[in-house]
């Protein structure tokens, strides 16, 4: 008996295994994901991704419509959620450590072309002249403007092997033609404190580019110094600095609060309040503080420029910040690519939401910051017209460059 059923079983498995495959032929591929998802939006997009594998009349490569589909999506919720690709991904968070090899710029994105900012110290770009304000529309005779791209993408074109070399075409303010410049890439320091230096006998002065991982660290380092030196005030230079990581934020204002001030909070889609405050003895918490800023202070500076404010321990100097009050996290989507969502609001200690309108959509949003100089004088590019063909045209009508 024993031995009549090991002579069955292989046949019954093989039977299983017919009927299996015989299934699996007469299901359509199309309605298969129905047994794995009972969500119908989520459906409907992977329905349609099978159709184009499967059915499309060419070969087509699908991640890149699931890129340019979570890009889509994300452009329709804020202008600070991103996604970023697996291959830009490291470049992404270099930019937060260390150092890099590049040209040595910070930049904004407006409309699909590369704003500097400013050059960062020491590297190629400052030896050869860039300044902020430039826009860098060709990068060895590729158009790096109206790519449709994120900044973190822009920044494949900019960096590159040490010592190899790019030919960049610059549009600068004021000036008619394009301007070109030969960069040999570098390696680019980065430090988030770039200056320390007492302003006279009492007043202390401290330049922050960025918060980023070892910003706190620079700073407690530099305010220390400066304490040695005597002063009794600080000048807290947060002019041009975008943001960065949060933590480091409320790490150097807990320097200037005492213990229990309220240094921000955060509020989430379901109304949930999360309070952040002082614990622990700051540096300079007995000194007064003025904190620099202009329109391209934004998120974190803003977070520190508001905490000290809003507790009378601040005074602010300066043109009107940037107004970003949005908070992000970053999130792995499993393939090596990540998304950076908007998950709350920030408010400042008096209740303060900073966050300027972004309804009228992000190419409105962005070019809120982008300053032109016309006959000696700040402009904003709200009163500037610019076409599609990349002609900056001035409110009189005058064409200022013409590119194609």
């Known amino acids: 008996m024993k031995n009549k059923k090991n002579i069955y079983t292989p046949l019954l498995l093989g039977i299983a295994c017919a009927i299996g495959v015989f299934m699996g032929g007469k299901i359509n591929y199309s309605s298969s994901d129905q047994l794995f998802s009972s969500n119908p939006k989520k459906e409907k997009l992977n329905r349609l991704i099978d159709y184009i594998d499967y059915e499309y009349v060419d070969n087509v490569n699908t991640d890149s419509i699931v890129d340019v589909t979570v890009n889509t999506i994300l452009k329709g919720l804020d202008p600070h959620s991103v996604y970023i690709p697996e291959q830009e991904y490291d470049n992404v968070s270099q930019n937060m450590k260390g150092d890099f090899v590049g040209i040595g710029v910070s930049f904004y994105s407006v409309e699909d072309t590369i704003m500097v900012i400013q050059p960062l110290e020491g590297g190629p770009s400052e030896k050869i002249g860039i300044r902020g304000g430039d826009r860098i529309l060709y990068a060895n005779d590729k158009a790096l403007f109206n790519l449709g791209v994120s900044s973190d993408s822009l920044t494949h074109f900019l960096k590159g092997r040490q010592g190899s070399n790019v030919e960049l075409k610059v549009k600068r303010p004021g000036q008619d033609d394009l301007l070109s410049f030969n960069v040999k890439r570098d390696h680019v320091p980065i430090k988030s404190v770039e200056a320390v230096y007492m302003l006279n006998k009492t007043v202390g002065y401290i330049k922050i580019n960025r918060f980023a991982e070892s910003t706190y660290e620079e700073f407690d380092a530099a305010i220390k110094a400066l304490k040695l030196m005597g002063a009794k005030e600080i000048a807290l230079d947060l002019r041009d600095n975008p943001g960065g990581y949060l933590a480091e934020a409320i790490n150097i204002a807990d320097e200037f609060l005492k213990d229990d001030k309220l240094i921000l909070f955060t ?4 109304g949930a309040i999360e309070k952040t405050f002082a614990n622990r003895k700051g540096d300079f918490e007995d000194g007064h503080v003025y904190v620099l800023i202009n329109e391209n202070s934004a998120s974190a500076s803003e977070v520190v420029a508001g905490a ?59 070019r809120d910051y982008e300053r032109r100089y016309e006959n000696g004088e700040l402009k904003s590019i709200d009163s500037i017209k610019v076409d599609d063909s990349l002609k900056y045209v001035t409110p009189g009508g005058k064409v200022v460059y013409g590119g194609g």
């Open 267 to 270: 509020k989430n889609k379901s």
């Open 308 to 366: 000290l404010q809003d507790n009378d321990v601040g005074t602010i100097i300066g043109r009107r910040s940037y107004g970003k009050g949005l908070v992000q996290r970053e999130m792995d989507l499993g393939d090596g690519s990540a998304v950076r969502l908007t998950i709350a609001r920030y408010y400042t200690p008096t209740g303060r939401s900073i966050q300027k309108p972004y309804e009228n959509g992000n190419d409105n949003y962005f």
